[in-house]
């Protein structure tokens, strides 16, 4: 007998946290009983807390984490309690379930009974995702009502389970829950905060975090908890909310001269090519960076452009030379941009059947229902059916719709004129906007350009 291998998928929102009281231990807890029960092997516990069902996968870690280990080939079926632990949004559920199908993965709610194998089973999903898709939407404004009272009443009430560094959540004599400071993590946040107010310098707090602690993180998110008002005591304008880590005027010194930095950056220069250039090794966007020389008695600015993770995690050393980098296209842009046209025309001139959408149509027929609706001419019930069903039909007439076709005439327009010549002319911010206009990305291998990506 095979046992299948099972992913078990737990998920509550801040909102659900806050109304119902759900909780991640509870939904771990029935799943794994489920296993044991019918016998299959719990591959892993893919949890995303503080996190609203209506979000796409990629904003879902866990969920992404539970898609990537399906392609590989690593689960059978996935289990979670209920349908709207899954997805409250019909278009992502369809989205996700293409990849299940296609990995022959299924999924069950252990708590409610679907049939995905037949037509009126699909259907049945289809509607209550509407609806629950629909509950979401109405009782928006009641969630900010509830927010509003919790955060007035100093209760950490904040989703998820990235507290903030040095802090834990811990329930008072009266049951509610309140932010203060972690025994095991008050030692280093202190030392932190102290570096940086008294270098007023974020990257030494960092290297002091990485050598004496072994804390690693990214840079967005050292500067997420450099900007955070709970160090100073506050959140959303409500003081005294917890114990601080640094008094409000010291933290508000370190916001000013961090802005004041940021606007001295942005207007000491531009960078050419922010955004295009990616790190061979790690793959993130590399920022840029600038350091003075001297060349004949004359100083002046030498730009490049290196891996946030340089000093931390990444292995890629080099910083590419923009000044290098801007010549090397100059130099064969040309040549690089013919080549593009030939491959493009080389591709449409092969035959390829055109198949016929039927997405107008659908779309069109979901108009005249909604007029009908609103006009009073049916009934709830089965406007929700059929909505259901011409969503399901247009999610996979999109699905199945050929990708629009490139027009490369902007290239073909570039090539006839002097852009070399009139390059020389622009000023920096014009020729940041000229490259963006044209080039997507810049691969390098080390310290050479191996491959340039044009826009779309």
Known sequence: MTILRAGLYERVSTEEQALRGYSIETQIDNLTEYCEKNKLKIVDHYTDEGISGAKPPLKRPSLQRLLDDVQAGKIDIILFT?????????????KVQEILDKHGVQWRAIHENYDTTTAN?????????????????????????????KRKNKEACFGGPNKPMGYMKVKDENGIRRLVKDPEQEQMTQEFWDILVKKNNLAAAVRHMLNE??????????????????????????????????????????????????????????????????CPECGMILCGTYKYN?????????????????????TYKHSPSEIKTERWLLKNLRPLLEKEIHEHELEKAKPKKK???????????????????MAGNMSDADYLKEDAELKLAIAKAESEAPPPERDITPLQELLKTDFEGIYKTLEPEEKR????????????????????????
């Open 294 to 314: 001297v060349r004949k008695g004359e100083k002046y600015r030498y730009q490049t452009y290196r891996c946030r993770f340089k000093f931390t995690t990444c």
């Open 82 to 94: 209920k349908l709207d632990r899954w997805f409250r949004s019909v278009k992502e559920y369809f």
């Open 355 to 373: 198949p016929k959408s039927k997405l107008p149509a659908l779309k069109e027929r979901q108009r005249r229902l909604n007029v009908m609706y």
């Open 121 to 149: 089973g699909q259907m049945a999903i289809t509607i209550f995702l509407a609806v629950a898709q629909n509950e979401r939407d109405r009782t928006a404004e009641r969630i900010k009502v509830v927010f509003e009272h």
């Open 213 to 278: 602690y072994g804390v690693s993180k990214s840079h967005k998110t050292w500067l997420r908890i450099a900007r955070s008002p709970f160090y100073c005591g506050m959140w959303e304008g409500i003081e005294d909310f917890c114990e601080p880590y640094v008094s409000k005027k010291d933290w508000l010194m370190v916001q000013e001269s961090a802005e004041r930095r940021r606007q001295d950056t942005r207007a000491k220069g531009v960078y050419l090519f922010s955004g295009m250039i990616r």
């Open 433 to 456: 906007r000229f490259w963006r206009s044209i080039i997507k990305e810049i691969k390098f291998d080390n310290k050479d350009i191996v491959d340039v990506i044009f826009c779309d």
